[in-house]
């Protein structure tokens, strides 16, 4: 089994991607951390999201002879070197000027890809030209636009990206306090201590300042201020409430490759998605930033799996910070998991680099995990692997402390 490498920055060992998560608030603006790591509202959903992975053992066997575990998977006809997959996240280039395309590069050196964001910092082509591999692209059904929508879908496939994946749980932008609190809104409220609290970070500033790469390119191709508060004013009029499974049927009647749609979490809705034909789909709640008091991800999977029936894959995304989160999220039925959060942290550290330790520390500890349960391959995984358990007081709050 590969060894575990790790890096040391400032003397620290970063080991986990809590570690990186640590790092990561150091190496940011308030303003910009309180965008990546908050959820909406009273942060409910984003907490739930982190406890259900408490909520189950595993089952460990041993004397199995498991040898080195196969941990590879194929998801919308793709082989990848592990089930963890790059989420699509907006203004990433926020974390670190890399953004976008060096979080692609990190996924496909590692053997994985990336979900690329509508609402990327680097344009469709940028990345395109800039990767080797054929990564996916992430749209929002905005029905109220079309020719928009047949804008981004052909400059895609042009750029040769091969499965699209849409998100429908954002009719209206969820309830966000705590990035409000901190002067994230459009347009941004900057004060003389915000500003001073990114000049304080000379690396982020000199990035930030030097590159530019803070406006959503893919409908402002420009750099600047200016441009990033037109962008982001632009997508947000095109946000629209009175989105249905209509305009998701006419996204899919339009892309030629595997299509999946983000934001599942109810099995009637599941089931109305695999009678559309498409390819699958992704378990999730948007991180916690959109509807608070929904169930956490891991909760909503195994009825989900249930509805699916087989008929289409299913990822799941949110909560996912060690490897045996994974294993969790397979056995009770996920093909791969997606992560969002925990890249963007490495990111922020150590730019393309830092994507590719957290990719490291996913995989090490997803083996490792799976050499002591005794489980030689991620296709064996099931719930018979898992155990319910009564978590003890202080742990299902895992990151509460930093909220």
């Keep these: 089994m590969g060894s575990f490498r790790y890096r040391l920055r400032a003397d620290r060992a970063l080991l986990t991607v809590e570690d990186y998560r640590r790092a990561a608030r150091r190496a940011v603006p308030d303003m910009v951390w309180a965008y990546v790591d908050g959820g909406a509202e009273d942060q409910v959903t984003l907490h739930r999201n982190l406890e259900a992975f408490q909520r189950w053992g595993l089952r460990q066997r041993v004397l199995t002879g498991v040898g080195e ?19 699509p996240t907006g203004l990433t280039g926020l974390m670190h000027w890399h953004g976008e395309l060096g979080a692609a590069l990190a996924a496909e050196r590692f053997g994985t890809r990336a979900v690329v964001s509508n609402a990327a910092t680097y344009t469709l082509k940028e990345i395109a030209d800039g990767t080797a591999e054929s990564h996916w692209f992430q749209l929002y059904p905005w029905g109220n636009n079309r020719s928009h929508m047949r804008e981004m879908l052909s400059r895609a496939e042009a750029g040769g990206y091969h499965a699209l994946f849409v998100t429908v749980d954002v009719p209206t932008y969820g309830l966000r306090e705590r990035e409000l609190r901190r002067g994230v809104g ?13 000049a304080i970070r000379p690396r982020w500033a000199y ?16 750099g600047g201020i200016d441009a990033a508060v037109r962008s982001v004013q632009t997508q947000a009029e095109y946000i629209y409430p009175d989105m249905s499974w209509a305009d998701l ?44 008091g929904a169930a956490g991800t891991l909760d909503a999977l195994p009825a989900i799996v249930d509805a699916v029936a087989g008929r289409g894959q299913v990822l799941l995304d949110g909560g996912v910070r060690r490897g045996s989160d994974i294993v969790k999220a397979l056995s ?12 963007l942290y490495g990111l922020a550290v150590g730019g393309t680099g830092g994507v590719t330790d957290v990719l490291e520390i996913l995989r090490s500890e997803l083996q490792r995990t799976m050499v002591l349960m005794g489980c030689r391959d991620v296709h064996e995984l099931g719930a018979s692997w898992l ?12 990151d509460a402390r930093s909220y």
Aim: glycine share 10%.
């Design 387 to 398: 155990i319910p358990v009564d978590p003890p007081v202080g742990t299902t709050d895992r």
């Design 186 to 198: 459009i347009p941004p409220l900057l004060t003389p201590r915000r500003i001073l609290d990114g």
């Design 207 to 222: 990035g930030f300042l030097r590159h530019r790469r803070f406006s959503l390119r893919n409908i402002v191709d420009e």
């Design 69 to 87: 575990p196969d941990v590879h998977v194929e998801i919308a006809g793709v082989r990848c070197s592990l089930p963890v997959l790059l989420a």
């Design 332 to 343: 009770l039925g996920a093909d791969a998991v997606l992560v969002g959060r925990p890249y």
């Design 249 to 292: 049927d006419w996204v899919r009647a339009q892309w030629p490759g595997p299509v999946f749609v983000k934001g599942i979490m109810d099995p009637e809705d599941a089931e109305l998605a695999m009678a559309m034909g498409l390819d699958g789909l992704v378990v999730s709640n948007h991180g916690g930033r959109q509807l608070d």
